[in-house]
């Protein structure tokens, strides 16, 4: 095999040619990689334009990576034992498919569900690109354990499902993280052999390749990159637990759409972001969003769908009305009610064993007349747990049967699978009653699986005994709140699995509830079942996908970060980053005056620092630039007049806007003048007892009181009750000072309230005019800020400039502080460069005097 190096040296013109099918290689790991490789990890500054991928590809393609490929393996003894495949027709991930256009090319990356010999991997990695367009990942033994038993099953299956790491087998291991980021990146590798990067949409599926968006990320700046979560995703105080947990939410970052099943999810994953990396989301026009170093990350929230063809072309096969004939005469006179469940902790089997019990304890008459099927699928992992489970779910039922039961009646029957598909309709066709009892489960597609079977067939109708298609057809779900499928259910009778006698109540309520009921709650499942198929959802989530990377071609991009920290900045092509050089030559050149407008918190000084009093650097920088004679120097700033007087007393030619411009004072030996835009500050008596309350109900929370404003701080406090309870006071006061000439405004971590007409662009637009009138209208501006009450600020210089309020020779640098979306055309990015940026100017006022 070649490795990376070699391969970068190849000449592929002739290879990739595309009047070629392209073959993908075969790739395998010998060991276990590092998630800090220096192969792949560096500084990041590496643009799309340096690929050494290439494709050939014109056709329009997705790209559906999963753990598993959708295909079924077998050795065929006929054809010298040869690997023979078939499509899985069960698999969602093949189901998909229905939902793109026809003219759309599928190409699947995943594993097999065998183990294939190296020796074997070309020629099966051929054959299924060839004749099924799959792309086969082969991991090592080694790793793939480690990788899939190990670390997804035993340690994030259970911890996404609310089961911290107790217990010595379920805690991090390295070992197992350095083996799930290995088998991520090979799968990053396969990919590389198909992609057209600039063409091809890639849709990520599930748990098991969460670091798998940026291994792509880095080697592709604008891959077009979708990631659908399966699993339930677990709120902040479960998750934050996980010691990778930065590496894995910024995995998800590195994607353009995420996908969840409902709002929940969603929710406790932009909780995650919040509180660990201090991103918040907005929403606007149904669209939730993440800004992420100048990307919008979507999110979609739409639960998967069942595939309504396969399954109606199941119930109409002979064998399956064949299954139900067989299955009606075996439990005749007898009310099914039906489990199907997979061999796992999470399902609740037990606790619905508990019930069935339950329900025969306190309703003798139903012994003898009520069944609960149990269909019980394999384990999709091993191990003690596994093990542990089925002792206790074997000790239940066997305690209900003895209890219960009798001579030909048994209240619990298994049904050990893998059970056939069309056995499992059959089953389905003939319950009265479908109980779904997990205590956490991302999805699960038993209840719409069982409504679609119990509208029925001509086939089944008739091996059911019904007569006609116009009977009214009727189907009961007993369904646990904690599964991904219960909020689209709104005709199914909830339950609290672990509340024993609420399921109990629940299931006899379903066998004693009346037929036009059943009917009823039937229709209303069955409607939005078969409207919100898997073809719904697939191309629902690929609109949103497009529209998530538009903007790619849009903005000028390149990564930073090392390891799994890598991110990717997405820009304006026109703002770039401010250096000395740019500024030097218009700074000497001017003829007039020069204006320099600076913020102080976030831009002079850094937002964690304690002491927010300037340092004696800053004091000095600004001292030299006032002390050219052509300067006019500004700290224009939210913080009250009086601190900023104390803080900069040593600067007496330094002129100071307070309070976002209601108080301005030229130099340190004159007098503070305000905007007098206000007198009147009785508001104040109406806005600070409703603000006294919320920071009294809001641990952590404080009230800044300014001569012109009040300000409603919670940085401090828990970020998701702060944000509650901010849009809660920005609704209150804005209801209670209506009539006032006020403005109400959220900012970062504020609520503010303020006289009408006070702003730092307003502070921009008096400065230069009072400049104009005393004949020194300035034709060089350059203004600094970093947060939003600085985007004033920038506006109002852009208007100035196309008004024209400067001279059509003026030069203007507005400079924002952090690589952002931002109204200004210029970054620096912290503090520290601000200082040597404006040390430099000072410098060169000195040589120039």
């Keep these: 095999m070649l490795s990376r190096s070699c391969f970068n040296l190849l000449n592929l013109d002739d290879y990739l040619r595309p009047d070629r099918t392209r073959i993908p290689r075969v790739m395998t790991v010998p060991g276990i990689i590092s998630d800090f490789d220096s192969n792949d990890f560096s500084n990041g500054e590496k643009t799309d334009s340096q690929s050494d991928v290439v494709s050939s590809a014109s056709q329009e393609r997705r790209i559906i990576v999963s753990n598993q490929l959708p295909v079924k393996a077998h ?17 969602l991930y093949l189901q998909l498919k229905d939902g793109f256009p026809n003219e759309v090319e599928v190409i699947y990356i995943g594993c097999l569900k065998v183990d294939i010999d190296p020796s074997e991997q070309d020629d099966v990695s051929t054959l299924l690109f060839e004749k099924f367009r799959c792309v086969p990942t082969f991991l090592p033994p080694e790793v793939q354990n480690k990788y899939y038993h190990g670390f997804c099953k035993h340690y994030l299956w259970p911890l996404f499902h609310y089961m911290l790491p107790l217990t010595p087998g379920h805690r991090f291991d390295r070992e197992l993280w350095q083996a799930y980021v290995s088998a991520n990146k090979v799968f990053a590798d396969t990919i590389m052999e198909v992609i057209n ?22 080697r592709f700046n604008r891959i077009k990159l979708g990631f659908f979560l399966h699993n339930t995703f677990p709120s902040s105080e479960i998750y934050r637990t996980l010691p990778v947990r930065d590496e894995i939410l910024r995995g998800f970052l590195n994607c353009d759409l995420i996908g969840f099943h409902t709002f929940d999810y969603a929710r406790h994953f932009l909780s995650c972001c919040s509180r660990m990396l201090g991103l918040d989301y907005q929403s606007k026009r149904g669209y939730i969003g993440l800004e992420y170093y100048g990307r919008t990350v979507s999110i979609k929230i739409l639960p998967v769908g069942i595939h309504m063809g396969s399954l109606e072309s199941v119930m109409s096969v002979s064998s399956t009305a064949k299954k139900v004939e067989e299955l009606r005469e075996k439990f005749k006179g007898k009310i099914v009610m039906l489990g199907v469940d997979d061999m796992d902790m999470f399902k609740g089997i037990s606790l619905k064993f508990l019930a069935m019990g339950n329900l025969l304890e306190e309703h003798v008459e139903l012994r003898g007349k009520v069944v609960l099927v149990q269909i019980m699928n394999p384990a999709r992992s091993r191990g003690k747990d596994i093990q542990e489970v089925q002792d206790e779910i074997d000790s239940v039922a066997n305690e209900v049967n003895l209890k219960y039961g009798g001579p030909g009646y048994e209240p619990i029957v298994f049904v050990h699978g893998p059970v056939p598909t069309h056995d499992k309709v059959a089953y389905y066709a003939i319950s009265e009653c479908v109980v779904v009892n997990a205590v956490r489960d991302g999805m699960n597609l038993v209840p719409y699986e069982y409504t679609v079977c119990r509208q029925g067939s001509p086939d089944l109708d008739k091996a059911l005994g019904i007569e006609g298609s116009d009977v009214p057809r009727k189907s009961v779900i007993i369904v646990s709140e904690f599964i991904g499928c219960s909020p689209s259910l709104s005709g199914a009778i909830r339950v609290n699995p672990w509340n024993i006698d609420a399921v109990s109540y629940a299931m006899d309520s379903a066998i004693t509830m009346p037929e036009s009921e059943k009917q009823l709650r039937h229709e209303k499942h069955y409607k939005y079942i078969s409207s919100h198929d898997v073809a719904y959802w697939t191309k629902s989530f690929d609109q949103d996908l497009e529209r998530a990377c538009r903007e790619h ?10 390891g799994l920290g890598f991110r990717v900045v997405a820009l304006g092509p026109n703002f770039r980053k401010l250096a000395v050089e740019h500024i030097v030559s218009p700074y000497n050149k001017m003829k007039s005056s020069r204006l320099i407008l600076l913020d102080y918190d976030g831009t002079m000084m850094p937002q964690g620092s304690v002491d927010k009093s ?6 000095k920088v600004l001292n030299g630039l006032c002390n050219d004679p052509q300067n006019v120097v500004f700290i224009v700033s939210g913080r009250g007049k009086d601190s900023l007087s104390k803080w900069f007393s040593p600067c007496e030619k330094l002129g100071l806007s307070a309070e976002h411009g209601f108080f301005t004072r030229w130099r340190g030996d004159t007098a503070w003048e305000s905007c007098m835009l206000a007198k009147d500050f009785d508001w104040k008596k109406i806005a600070l007892p409703v603000m006294e309350h919320y920071a009294e109900a809001t641990d952590g929370s404080f009230i800044e009181q300014k001569e012109s404003a009040l300000v409603w701080h919670h940085q401090e406090a828990d970020p998701d009750f702060g944000m509650w309870q901010a849009k809660e006071l920005l609704d209150h006061l804005e209801s209670v000072l209506a009539n006032d000439p006020v403005v109400v405004k959220r900012g970062q971590h504020i609520v503010e309230v303020k006289p009408q007409g006070v702003s730092k662009g307003v502070v921009v637009e008096s400065l230069i005019e009072t400049m104009r009138a005393r004949g020194k209208l300035p034709d060089f501006v350059l203004c600094i800020g970093d947060d939003r009450s600085d985007e004033d600020m920038f506006e109002s210089i852009a208007r100035s400039v196309s008004n024209p309020s400067l001279p059509a020779t003026a030069e203007v640098f507005a400079c924002t502080v952090g690589q952002k979306p931002s109204m200004a055309k210029y970054y620096l990015d912290d503090t520290s460069e601000v200082i040597k940026m404006l040390q430099g100017l000072a410098a060169r006022s000195i040589w120039t005097a």
């Excluded at 050795?75 to 698999?91: E, I, L, N, Q, T």
């Excluded at 300037?614 to 004091?619: A, D, N, Q, R, T």
Aim: glycine share 6%; net charge negative.
């Design 75 to 91: 050795r065929d003894a006929a054809v010298g034992s040869r690997w023979c495949f078939d499509w899985d027709k069960d698999a």
């Design 197 to 218: 990067p600039d063409e091809d949409y890639v849709w990520i599926h599930d748990y098991h390749l969460m670091v798998l968006p940026t291994f792509l990320r880095k």
């Design 614 to 619: 300037p340092s004696e650097e800053v004091i």
């Design 553 to 562: 071609y849009r903005k000028r991009c390149w990564g930073i970060g090392f």
